[in-house]
Nanobody, 121 residues
Framework: QVQLVESGGGLVQAGGSLRLSCAAS????????MGWFRQAPGKERELVAR????????YYADSVKGRFTISRDNARNTVYLQMNSLRPEDTAVYYC??????????????WGQGTQVTVSS
């Protein structure tokens, strides 16, 4: 079982930036893929970005492509989500998730508690 703790959320104006972090423990970090999801009020949870075990393969939802960057530091057991050019529609609770396998297509088996991101217009 993997324990995940997100940080870095907050309130930012449209056009601004935030960097989310997710610290992992409990399994060897480089053995699994990671992902970021978000859930806005009244909406289903959606995938934002995912990254394979080495950081060499990434995937982004169309809505964030070119604005968000997922990365990982296996020495620090941490995955990041750099969010630039933020829009009010990016407002949501953001969750990190640990994959069952190391591949970018992996299903996810562990979730953090979430961190709130609010973008004001």
């Amino acid at each position: 079982q993997v324990q995940l703790v997100e940080s870095g959320g907050g309130l930012v104006q449209a056009g601004g930036s935030l960097r989310l972090s997710c610290a992992a423990s409990g399994r060897t970090f480089s053995n699994y893929a990671m992902g970021w999801f978000r859930q806005a009020p009244g909406k289903e949870r959606e995938l934002v970005a995912r990254i394979n075990w080495s950081g060499g393969v990434t995937y982004y939802a169309d809505s964030v492509k070119g604005r968000f960057t997922i990365s990982r530091d296996n020495a620090r057991n941490t995955v990041y989500l750099q969010m630039n050019s933020l829009r009010p529609e990016d407002t949501a609770v953001y969750y990190c998730a640990a994959g069952k396998t190391k591949y970018v297509s992996s299903a996810f088996s562990s979730w953090g508690q979430g961190t709130q991101v609010t973008v004001s217009s």
